[in-house]
């Protein structure tokens, strides 16, 4: 069947821009801005923003399909452009017409970045123990504290900040800050052990004042939960990218090395192990479309705000992320046992992809905080079991 347009682009990009440079990809150089200008010039940046504020309104199942595709070639570049859509969905939804069209409006025409500020060092998952405060002076928001992780901060045009009302100890907040507002500032960007062609960063708020009409409608929890259902899925999907390339990496290594007298692809071990890859990856295709599906469902509804609000983590999220960190890992763990010590050297990209596959399982909560929460929302209501 021929590929849709939006996905013929991406394969060229992908193809022009990424194959072949892995080593650089996985550099750690400053963010590689360039590059994100090049993905910019094919018009897809932030292709799910959605029409009434100029984007290209494709829907999270298409989000799957391009964040694979990318994730193939670079899951750090692949995950640096499509995070947004965390911070995007919360303002589209939950931000009054000034904020969505003043900051979404000029990110489709400057083809910026956003980014989100939930994580802080001491609370950790615990996200109700966040200590960044939202205090109200008159007309104006002052926000105060230090969040530990936020991708793309850097090179962000605007932040959502997460944090704690100071006048109501059960209050949260999620305030739109514009990047350049005095008071932020980039502590350091961290050195991940994968993912690197991405940037993340420990970043501090002293004194950040904004107008009060900043402040997302709703809570600040309950909406980071909404906004996380749709980069879960594109994470699960950057995991799907992954497992495909290490597949065809696996192909091409048994092509080139012999064993007893023949190629390694006609060793019946060696054969059996891609056939279990391609059936663990055709499982999470299946999974990471069915979960997407379940979003747009919603997505697309007159009153998706509202009924996001009401369901709040989707479970299908939740469980794609898991089914396809966990999977990944186990597929990148083999592949690498399988090309010898070949893949224990910088050599082989499995190293890389190895790293880079680690973070499913860890970034937007990690498996263990996420069983939790599938057991506390999904096994615990007996009528949300499936
Ligand atoms: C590359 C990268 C990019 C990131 N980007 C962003 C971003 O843009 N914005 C942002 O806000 N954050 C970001 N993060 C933060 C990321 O989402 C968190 O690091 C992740 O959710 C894990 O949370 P934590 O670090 O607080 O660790 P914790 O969740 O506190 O985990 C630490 C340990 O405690 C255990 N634990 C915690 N809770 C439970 C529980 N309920 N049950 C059992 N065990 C538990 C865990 O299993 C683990 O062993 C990023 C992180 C990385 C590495």
Partial sequence: MRQPEYLRTVQSFARRELTGKDAY?????????????????????NWWLPKD???LGLGLEESVRIAAELAYADAGVAFTLFIPVLTTSMVAWYGDAVLRERHLGRLVADNGFCATLGSEHAAGSELARITTTARREGDTIVLDG????????GF???????????DDPAGYLAVLVPRD??????????DVIGLRSSATYQVSLSGVRVPAGNALRGNGLRLLEVGLNASRVLIAATALGMARRI?????????????KGGPLTANAVFASRLGQFEML???????????ARAYDAIATRPDAGEEFLRVGTLKQALTTKMFCGQTGWQIASTASEMMGGHGYTHESVIGKLLRDMRYVSIVEGGDDVLRDLVFSRYVVPVSKRS
């Fill in 25 to 45: 990809l996985d550099s750690l150089a400053e963010a590689p801005m360039p590059l994100y200008e090049r993905f910019a010039a094919t018009g897809l940046a």
């Fill in 53 to 55: 504020v100029g984007g």
């Fill in 146 to 153: 230090q969040k530990a992780f936020s991708t793309n901060t």
């Fill in 156 to 166: 962000a045009q605007f932040l959502v900040v997460i944090a704690r009302a100071e």
């Fill in 181 to 190: 507002t005095p008071g932020v500032h980039v502590d350091k960007r961290w």
């Fill in 247 to 259: 597949r065809d990496v696996c192909m091409d290594y048994g092509k080139s090395k012999s064993v």
């Fill in 281 to 291: 990856i055709d499982v999470m295709s299946n999974q990471c479309l069915a979960a």
